[in-house]
């Protein structure tokens, strides 16, 4: 089953503006991660964040997570063509290791 | 370095039939985790191996099953395959093994239409 959500489910927006996306989840975390996919290929990972942080920043990329709420956002700044993908967050259980549970994603579009 | 390769890439198959696909982890790292990604889904976890023991099984029925190879690689079996079972199968592999998640490192994954 899904433990996560991404709202929204598709953006599209042109390229130099900035992208926002969400993410809920439902149980207690240990960490969220986020990950970028390519039509049809593996996932990349983007960011990691423990649950005792609140802010993350990689690059052109910014990770918030609220525990109290059980959600999390990624936000892309200056986006540019090559970050049209499909995003996913993922959360491990609080008995940690690699049993990632995955959202539904969101598919970002970048027009020149 | 060679990162995480799959094979085969694409495979057709029929019902009832059985498929092995295999993974090659990154140098280096001990743990593999397979995941299935139907379309227009999220992967969902099948299995994770660390040192050639179990370590971890998702919600999937007996049918499916996995092992790992002394050289850390590692081999994904579906028996009896059903329609149901069309999907991109992915492979990840990271250094630790238990109780850290870490970031994963995935492959182009194998994807395997069932007719």
């Known amino acids: 089953s899904q433990q996560g959500e991404e709202d929204p489910q598709a953006l599209s927006i042109q390229e130099g503006e900035n992208a926002t996306m969400n993410c809920s989840y439902k149980t207690s975390i240990n960490n969220l991660q986020w990950y970028r996919q390519n039509s049809g290929r593996g996932l990349v990972h983007l960011i990691l964040i423990r649950s005792n942080e609140r802010e993350k920043h990689s690059g052109r990329l910014r990770v918030t997570l609220d525990t109290s709420k059980k959600s999390s956002s990624l936000l892309i700044t200056a986006s540019r063509a090559a970050d049209t993908a499909s995003y996913f967050c993922?959360?491990?259980?609080?008995?940690?290791?690699?049993?990632?549970?995955f959202g539904t994603g969101t598919q970002l579009k970048v027009e020149l | 370095d060679a990162g995480v390769t799959q094979s085969p890439t694409h495979l057709i198959k029929t019902r009832g039939q059985h498929v092995t696909l295999r993974c090659s982890p990154i140098s280096g790292h001990k743990s593999v985790s397979w995941y299935q990604q139907v379309l227009g889904q999220g992967p969902q976890f099948i299995f994770q191996?660390?040192?050639?023991?179990?370590?971890g099984r998702g919600n999937f029925p007996d049918r499916f099953s996995a092992r790992q190879f002394p050289n850390y690689s590692s081999e994904l079996n579906v028996n009896a395959l059903l329609l149901g079972d069309s999907a991109l199968y992915l492979c990840a592999s990271s250094l630790p093994g238990t109780g850290v998640s870490s970031p994963l490192h995935f492959g182009n994954g194998t994807r395997l239409t069932v007719t």
């Open positions: 993922a959360t491990d259980g609080k008995g940690g290791g690699n049993k990632l549970t």
């Open positions: 191996y660390y040192e050639k023991e179990e370590r």
